[in-house]
């Protein structure tokens, strides 16, 4: 790291570091051979002391190619999709919905689909778009669309992917003319330190943002938590960005002992506990078995109920990832649940009294 690309200052302090790590922990293999070649890359966060913007010092763009194997899709979940009317409740009491609706970053397009039969004037950005929704164009939002002039801006989980995050949203505000209003979503890094949530914390996103420094950028806005705190909201007008952000109160200053106690308290739960297996193959599942079962000793592998990544390997240990059917064809005595916000959906799918099931993040 250089300069921190929120305050320009230079004061950089190293607070977590994991070597070696799967580059794309959302990515499925065909093969155990071909997971265990996956392009991996160092995690190392360091902490701006002028500002707290917490951030992977050693992130290259340059890696981040994303494919056919990129499988991110979490609306198989009931709980997922209540929670994207909940965003979307939120959007329409704050009167956001009415004008013209640009989203940057679609990925799949669920949360445009959902927009749309809302009744929502909306239009999405994704150049890895790959459905075939004529309301999602596989570009990049920039000057030559300037003439939608949008209303609002949606930026859902794509800014904690932006090298330079204040300059790209620079960059967007500059193409709708600096009008209307952004609403940005991020994973919310107090709750990730709070809960010791080592497996939050993987390549893909180089930026971890507190209310503090995502409020930062914008001299008035209003922030929030949502999905029981995993996640930050930010709501703003393009007018109100900064250049560069200026010191507002002391920052939090954290220390190297980050994630420290959670390493040492889970590699103990999965080695005590038998016939294990983990639900959940996307970021999470995938950096914890990376880090705590590197050599496929103690997990036998991990339940999804997205069919697309079922009989495929996750990236670097290359354990397997299963359906639900596995639970009658192979012994398994406990489950661990990756995101506690699903353990409930989850405890009504297993429905076997034999099976013990932990959320990780209640343990």
């Known amino acids: 790291m250089n300069n921190c690309p929120l305050c320009r200052e230079c004061a950089p302090q190293t607070i977590y570091e994991v070597r070696c790590m799967p580059v794309f922990q959302n990515k499925v293999y065909d093969t155990e051979e071909d997971a265990k070649k996956?392009?991996?890359?160092?995690?190392?966060?360091?902490?701006?002391?002028?500002?707290?913007?917490?951030?992977?010092?050693?992130?290259?763009d340059e890696l981040m190619r994303y494919d056919e194997?990129?499988?991110?899709?979490?609306?198989?979940?009931?709980?997922?999709?209540?929670?994207?009317?909940?965003?979307?409740?939120l959007l329409k009491s704050k009167g956001l919905l009415s004008g013209k609706i640009i989203e940057i970053g679609s990925g799949k397009g669920f949360f445009i689909d959902r927009l749309l039969q809302n009744g929502v004037d909306a239009i999405g950005f994704?150049?890895?778009?790959?459905?075939?929704?004529?309301?999602?164009?596989?570009?990049?939002?920039?000057?030559?669309?300037?003439?939608?002039?949008?209303?609002?801006?949606?930026?859902?989980?794509?800014?904690?992917?932006?090298?330079?995050?204040l300059d790209f949203l620079h960059t967007i505000a500059k193409?709708?003319?600096?009008?209307?209003?952004?609403?940005?979503?991020?994973?919310?890094?107090?709750?990730?330190?709070?809960?010791n949530a080592f497996w939050d914390i993987y390549y893909e996103h180089c930026n971890y943002f507190t209310t503090q420094t995502l409020r930062s950028m914008f001299t008035?806005?209003?922030?929030?938590?949502?999905?029981?705190?995993?996640?930050?909201?930010?709501?703003?007008?393009?007018?109100?960005?900064?250049?560069?952000?200026?010191?507002?109160?002391?920052?939090?200053?954290?220390?190297?002992?980050?994630?420290?106690?959670g390493f040492d308290r889970y590699r103990q739960f999965v080695a005590m506990n038998k016939y294990l297996m983990v639900w959940g193959a996307g970021a999470k599942g995938?950096?914890?078995?990376?880090?705590?079962?590197?050599?496929?000793?103690?997990?036998?592998?991990?339940?999804?109920?997205?069919?697309?990544?079922?009989?495929?390997?996750?990236?670097?240990?290359?354990?397997?990832?299963?359906?639900?059917?596995?639970?009658?064809?192979?012994?398994v005595q406990t489950i661990l649940v990756m995101n506690e916000n699903y353990l409930n959906e989850i405890t009504n799918t297993v429905s076997n009294p034999d099976i013990t099931l932990y959320a990780l993040g209640l343990l």
Request: charged share 25%.
């Open 220 to 261: 008035a806005s209003h922030a929030g938590k949502l999905f029981r705190d995993q996640y930050l909201y930010l709501i703003a007008d393009f007018r109100d960005m900064k250049p560069y952000v200026t010191r507002d109160g002391k920052p939090v200053i954290l220390t190297d002992s980050l994630f420290a106690q």
């Open 38 to 60: 996956a392009v991996t890359g160092d995690v190392v966060l360091v902490q701006c002391q002028y500002c707290g913007f917490v951030l992977n010092g050693e992130f290259n």
């Open 175 to 195: 193409s709708n003319s600096y009008k209307g209003k952004i609403f940005i979503e991020v994973p919310c890094f107090d709750w990730i330190r709070g809960k």
């Open 69 to 89: 194997n990129y499988q991110n899709e979490q609306t198989h979940s009931h709980y997922f999709q209540s929670y994207l009317r909940e965003i979307i409740e």
């Open 286 to 331: 995938a950096t914890f078995v990376n880090l705590v079962d590197s050599d496929r000793v103690f997990i036998r592998g991990l339940i999804d109920i997205n069919p697309k990544k079922q009989n495929r390997y996750i990236p670097k240990t290359a354990h397997k990832i299963y359906g639900t059917e596995v639970l009658r064809s192979e012994k």
């Open 126 to 165: 994704d150049p890895a778009y790959e459905g075939d929704n004529p309301r999602i164009i596989k570009d990049y939002f920039g000057d030559s669309y300037q003439a939608i002039n949008a209303d609002l801006v949606i930026l859902r989980h794509t800014l904690e992917h932006i090298k330079k995050p």
